[in-house]
């Protein structure tokens, strides 16, 4: 079936470095592709999306980078600051079968992101 | 303007007890859904409704049953729990057609013993 998953399950930074939390996908068809924070005993927060027609976007501090060719997803926060430590789900919507949207979303594993001071 | 609210924040029921989760948001989105977590796995989706007056399952509807109340509304109920359902249950809702941005409430927390 289709999945999203994740390389890492945790990823250690020091303070003011840049982080790159990676998420593989598998259905090349899907159209949108998203990334969302959780917080310890929070629900998940959206961060950025990137459409499949596009292969960078950038907000603020984070940008997240789309390689078709190898089913590849990446957000890259900047100067990571310890309000960045957080699980870290990327996702995917993926078409109906008719070929339009969906109202679905499918979630990746999560990547943990730890800021040590 | 409180989001995506939810009640209970905890719950523990015993095998074969039901009980009904709640979902309300206040930010007229016409979207709505029900996601479990379970621990070290991402969310993965029940039931949603895209507008009011349609529900339709998701990944894993087995043993649930969801209503749409109104357009602010949506319950989650457990006819029959079993511990296969313990689990942190997040609602969220979206504008039609944003289903990837979509708005989370704080979760409950449900045991099943």
């Known amino acids: 079936g289709e999945s999203v998953g994740l390389h890492l399950p945790t990823l250690s930074v020091q303070e003011g470095d840049n982080s790159i939390i990676n998420c593989a996908y598998s259905n090349s068809a899907s159209d949108y592709f998203i990334w969302y924070k959780q917080e310890s005993g929070k629900g998940p927060q959206f961060i950025i999306d990137?459409?499949?027609?596009?292969d960078k976007r950038q907000g603020q501090r984070v940008t997240v980078l789309l390689n078709k060719t190898v089913k590849h997803l990446s957000l890259q926060i900047a100067a990571t600051q310890p309000g960045d430590s957080a699980v870290y789900f990327c996702?995917?919507?993926?078409?109906?079968?008719?070929?339009?949207?969906?109202?679905?979303?499918?979630f990746g594993t999560g990547t943990l992101l730890a800021v040590q001071p | 303007n409180a989001g995506v609210t939810q009640t209970p924040k905890f719950q523990v029921l015993k095998t074969g007890q039901s009980m009904t989760l709640q979902c309300a948001q206040d930010m007229n989105h016409n979207s709505m859904y029900w996601y479990r977590q379970d621990p070290g796995m991402g969310l993965r989706l029940i039931y949603y409704s895209a507008s009011e007056g349609t529900t339709d399952k998701g990944e894993v509807p087995n043993g649930y049953n969801v209503s749409r109340l109104n357009k602010r509304e949506f319950s989650l109920r457990l006819e029959s729990a079993a511990p296969s359902q313990t689990s942190v249950y997040f609602c969220?809702?979206?504008?039609?057609?944003?289903?990837?941005?979509?708005?989370f409430g704080p979760g409950t927390r449900l045991t099943v013993t």
């Open positions: 996702a995917e919507n993926p078409p109906s079968k008719y070929g339009g949207a969906t109202n679905k979303l499918i």
């Open positions: 969220a809702s979206s504008e039609y057609g944003t289903a990837y941005e979509q708005y």
């Open positions: 990137i459409r499949s027609n596009m």
